[in-house]
């Protein structure tokens, strides 16, 4: 089975902090994609990355950035946290098929 | 340009009656259709896919879905709804020339009443 992880399932920063938010996968997936979740909205893509160090903006880019160093790894960073940031964050992992594997969320709390 | 509407946002069904999710689309190519669900503070889970041939696609936990193109429509359907089918779906629309991600409609909550 397709195992998609991410460091925290809960996440509480002040505003202006640097987060970083990790997603690991474990099927040697080149795509990978971060998702922002919030009530009423459903999901929303940020960025995703179709190979190493390689990345394209979603629909709502800003204030976020990624890294790929690895292709397991694919890195969420918000530069300066605000409280429009407060939401569930989801990655999700892509082979050569169409389908999209998730990982259990992560939900941030900036204060 | 793509868009997915899920018309219902919330659905009351009672244990054991069937159930019907609406899912329409917008797409200019031949689209790849999903439906996902989320149990509450999990991520999402794939219940079934359609990409060609039969319009009627079957999927786990007893939910099936028909693509009509017609109607530019792929409903979920469940004959008999337990209590743990509680949750959210979500209806998902990619295809081979979006690139590599998939559009999500905004979801349906459903709840299940004894």
């Known amino acids: 089975d397709v195992k998609v992880t991410q460091s925290s399932r809960y996440l509480v920063k002040r505003t202006g902090e640097k987060v970083f938010l990790e997603c690991v996968q474990d099927?040697?997936?080149?795509?990978m994609f971060w998702y922002r979740q919030d009530p009423g909205l459903g999901l929303r893509l940020i960025y995703f990355s179709y190979d190493v160090k390689m990345k394209e903006k979603g629909d709502i880019p800003e204030g976020y950035s990624v890294s790929r160093e690895k292709k397991e790894r694919f890195s969420l960073i918000l530069e300066s946290a605000s409280t429009n940031q407060t939401s569930m964050y989801l990655c999700?992992?892509?082979?050569?098929?169409?389908?999209?594997?998730f990982g259990p969320g992560t939900r941030l709390t900036v204060t | 340009a793509q868009s997915v509407t899920q018309p219902d946002i919330h659905i009351t069904v009672s244990e054991g009656a069937s159930l019907e999710l609406r899912c329409n689309y917008s797409?200019?190519?031949?689209?790849?259709l999903f439906w996902y669900v989320q149990s509450p503070g999990q991520g999402l889970q794939l219940l079934l896919k359609?990409?060609?041939?039969?319009?009627l696609v079957q999927g786990i936990k007893g939910f099936e879905a028909e693509f009509k193109r017609s109607q530019s429509s792929f409903n979920l359907r469940k004959p008999s709804v337990h209590w743990s089918d509680a949750a959210e779906y979500f209806c998902a629309v990619g295809d081979d020339y979006s690139g590599y991600a998939l559009n999500f409609g905004k979801g349906t909550s459903l709840l299940v009443t004894p």
């Open positions: 099927m040697d997936h080149e795509n």
């Open positions: 999700a992992s892509r082979g050569t098929g169409t389908e999209q594997y």
């Open positions: 359609y990409f060609s041939g039969d319009t």
């Open positions: 797409y200019g190519a031949t689209p790849y």
